[in-house]
């Protein structure tokens, strides 16, 4: 299968051309799925984030050239898809959907800033610091942080319990204990020579996995899913969240700049611990699989036909291979 963000072979998809309940279906046409799919959150994105001729002008124009600028999209497109497995009954998770690319932007922004990870370069572009200030960068991702949460109480006001939990899950999600505390971990384990498998563990599962498996919650609770089916969607997003991120470890040790969009061979270059560093790259690919098998056997457990967000997971490990 031919992915939209990288060309890459196959691996075994459980799913592929099965409908629920094994049923066989005709194959999945993933990359129009996905390119329909990242159409609806583009334009969501366009419609519920403030003009940049709102007032103050240059800090939406940086929320707008931050957010708009590129990106794979991952995280709101695995908020519709999974939404789609619960029918056409579900509440619309658009609002949510963007909510957590607001969030997923914010968190890059301030990555990049020179206090963080310093860099130049983000979605193929110059980093929003780079492109206007860092005081401004630095309102930009505030702001789009504090947006994420106006949007899900302004959306779903007329279905309080679901905007309770939303709130909840995106806001566990990106705080002190996940993705901050992820962040903070990672910038601690910079700090030493060598970073331990279980620190790495830690850095990985709030950094990376949290958001990601926000993303599936949230599209678990627009649908109405029953608290096992959102466990299993945490056990999902935990198993493609650890792939995802030992995809990106490969990566950066393995692909160029201009592929990648972001600069390459950071991760070495700053001495800093990765998979690759601690396991070699043959025996993080295996991991990458096998967490992304992981991944499959727990869809299993959902309802609804999961061609789409298989062939999705299954093109992240891809990247990869
Ligand atoms: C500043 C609170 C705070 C957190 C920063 C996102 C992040 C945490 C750091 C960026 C560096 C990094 C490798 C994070 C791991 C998660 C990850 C791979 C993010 C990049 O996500 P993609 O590849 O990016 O989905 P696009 O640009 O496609 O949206």
Redesign the pocket.
């Known amino acids: 299968m031919a992915s939209l963000f990288w060309v890459q072979p196959p691996v075994h998809n459980p799913f592929a051309n099965r409908g629920d309940r094994g049923k066989v279906v005709p194959p999945v046409d993933f990359a129009a799925q996905f390119k329909s799919h990242r159409a609806r959150v583009e334009q969501g994105l366009d419609q519920l984030v403030p003009p940049a001729t709102t007032r103050p002008r240059r800090l939406h124009e940086a929320m707008r050239y931050a957010l708009l600028g ?5 995280r709101p497109v695995l908020t519709l898809a999974t939404v789609d497995l619960f029918g056409p009954r579900a509440t619309d998770a658009l609002p949510a959907a963007v909510a957590l690319e607001c969030v ?1 932007t914010y ?2 922004i ?2 990049d800033l020179p206090c ?2 310093n860099d130049d370069l ?2 193929g572009r110059p980093t929003t610091h780079k492109q206007f200030d860092e005081a401004t960068a630095l309102l930009a991702g505030d702001a789009l942080l504090t947006l994420a949460f106006q949007l899900v109480a302004r959306h779903y006001a007329a279905r309080p319990a679901l905007a309770a939990a939303l709130t909840q899950e995106i806001a566990e999600a990106a705080g002190s204990e996940r ?2 505390g ?2 903070m971990e990672d910038l601690l384990a910079e700090k030493k020579a060598d970073a331990t498998a279980d620190e790495l563990d830690f850095i990985h599962l709030n ?2 996995a949290a958001m990601i498996t926000a993303a599936l919650v949230s599209g678990g609770l627009c649908g109405g899913a029953t608290d096992p089916q959102l466990a299993t969607l945490r056990n999902t997003g935990r198993h493609l969240g650890l792939a ?2 030992i995809v ?1 470890d490969i990566l950066d040790a393995t692909a160029d700049t201009a592929t990648l969009g972001k600069t390459a061979g950071k991760d070495a270059k700053a001495g800093k611990t990765t998979y690759v560093k601690l396991h070699g790259l043959d025996a993080s690919r295996n991991f990458a699989r096998q967490h992304t098998e992981a991944a499959f056997t727990a869809l299993t457990a959902l309802p609804g036909d999961k061609a789409f967000l298989s062939a999705l997971i299954e093109s992240l490990a891809d990247r990869a291979s």
Do not use: E, P, V, W
Not at 70 to 74: A, E, H, I, T, Y
């Open positions: 590129g990106g794979k999209r991952l997923h968190s890059l301030h990555d963080m990870d983000r979605r993705l901050i992820g962040q950094k990376t995802f991120q990106d």
